[in-house]
């Protein structure tokens, strides 16, 4: 949101517009200094129009809050755009990052989470790169890095720094510290608590001790620090409850878990009660559907990715792209609205009582993004006060065929009441 005082505006209207906190509908809504002054029917925007408001038509356009990728590594994403096959040269780092700012705005991306610790090195350097990517001043979304540690020690240097404090006015929000638990269920690093079904005595690997976790937990409370656990197996996220449970205190802070994939209806309480948020990338469904029964057997196999129990149990959900090739936010929630893969298979969906309506998969990438990125108190739904962080729909999104989403297009985002993108 804007630091300084500003006085450009912006009217959108004639479109239909679905503010994510209601199910009413609008046809037009004011922004004057990136924040929403008004939203309600035509004649009554157009009133408050100056002679220097920017005024579009949307001609019946379908708008909404700016998606949220809550897990993305834009210099990766930057560099496959551009096909660099080079090594890692710091003259290219600039390029990758403008190739993947053009095309989140192009696909309606309006705020990011990013990890980019394998290319930039420290997480020094991938805060320094940020802040004078930020000095720029170009209309991009809005940027958080994740900042990647691997140990206890890490971590207490970084706060112990000099610079923490200054890297800490720089951006909105307390930055978040990502940890690795586990890994994967492809290679069977996610950490289980039963042995995988295709390999006897092979439970994955834990990254950290349970000593380990909760020191993290106790020093971020202190600081106020979220951290997202990258945690997929029932036994790594297990881990991960215990040591914000051991450690829970009057701090507002709420921890995430990213990827989240093995887990019972107990463990969605247990995370509902500690305020413990998720954050899942829908588009790996379309992979592990294929190998899921073979690693975890039938039982198991059938609570992977349940979104719509995390829904059931109220909690708070992001989505991001992650590694994967696939950036495009309707993929995503394609995907948790019919869970199936690239070839529309299984017919009815991989688990169909998993299935999310319209409504709850868009708000994953809206609302619910701005929640799990801490930053709902000024974004993720269009009402008065929130920030003109907007997208248009050239089709209706609402009512789209699972083969129509692969075609459904953005045609206009709108970052801090500034047109980012224009189709």
């Not at 503010?19 to 004057?32: G, H, I, V, W």
């Not at 974004?379 to 003109?388: H, M």
Request: some cysteine.
């Amino acid at each position: 949101m804007s630091k300084t005082l500003r006085s450009d505006s912006i009217a959108l209207i004639n479109g239909e517009i679905y503010p994510m906190d209601s199910p009413n509908r609008f046809s037009a809504l004011y922004a004057e200094g990136g924040i929403i002054k008004a939203i309600g029917n035509d004649r009554d925007i157009l009133l408050m129009c100056g002679s220097k408001t920017v005024v579009l038509d949307m001609k019946g356009k379908y708008l909404m809050p700016g998606f949220t990728d809550t897990h993305a590594h834009l210099l990766s994403i930057g560099k496959r755009l551009a096909k660099d096959k080079s090594d890692l040269s710091e003259n290219n780092f600039k390029t990758w990052y403008a190739k993947a700012i053009k095309e989140m705005l192009r696909l309606g991306i309006t705020s990011v989470q990013t990890n980019d610790i394998f290319i930039l090195g420290t997480i020094y350097n991938v805060l320094d790169f940020y802040i004078e990517m930020k000095s720029i001043g170009n209309i991009t979304p809005r940027i958080t890095p994740q900042l990647y540690i691997e140990n206890v020690t890490e971590l207490c240097d970084f706060i112990n720094s000099k610079k923490y404090k200054d890297y800490k006015s720089e951006f909105l929000n307390s930055l978040p510290i990502k940890i690795r638990v586990d890994g994967i269920l492809k290679d069977r690093t996610a950490a289980l608590k039963e042995e995988y079904s295709d390999k006897r005595k092979a439970i994955g690997t834990y990254e950290y001790s349970q000593d380990e976790l909760n020191e993290i937990v106790k020093i971020a409370q202190q600081e106020n620090i979220q951290i997202i656990f990258q945690a997929t197996g029932d036994g790594a996220i297990d881990r991960c409850l215990n040591a914000i449970e051991k450690h829970m205190n009057a701090s507002s802070v709420r921890h995430r878990i990213e990827s989240c994939k093995v887990a019972y209806e107990d463990t969605y309480r247990r995370m509902k009660g500690l305020g413990v948020m998720a954050g899942i990338s829908p588009a790996s469904l379309n992979d592990d559907m294929h190998r899921l029964l073979k690693r975890l057997g039938a039982e198991r196999s059938r609570i992977c990715d349940s979104w719509k129990s995390m829904v059931i149990n109220d909690i708070s959900i992001g989505a991001g792209s992650d590694g994967f090739s696939e950036l495009n936010p309707c993929v995503g929630i394609r995907t948790l609205i019919f869970r199936q893969d690239e070839n529309g298979e299984p017919k009815y969906g991989w688990i169909p009582s998993q299935r999310l309506d319209r409504a709850e998969a868009f708000d994953i990438y809206t609302l619910g993004g701005a929640k799990v990125c801490a930053e709902d108190s000024f974004r993720g739904i269009l009402s008065v006060g929130k920030a003109a962080d907007i997208i248009a729909f050239m089709e209706n999104p609402f009512t789209a065929s699972y083969d129509e989403f692969f075609e459904i297009k953005v045609g206009l985002t709108i970052v801090d009441g500034k047109i980012a993108y224009l189709q």
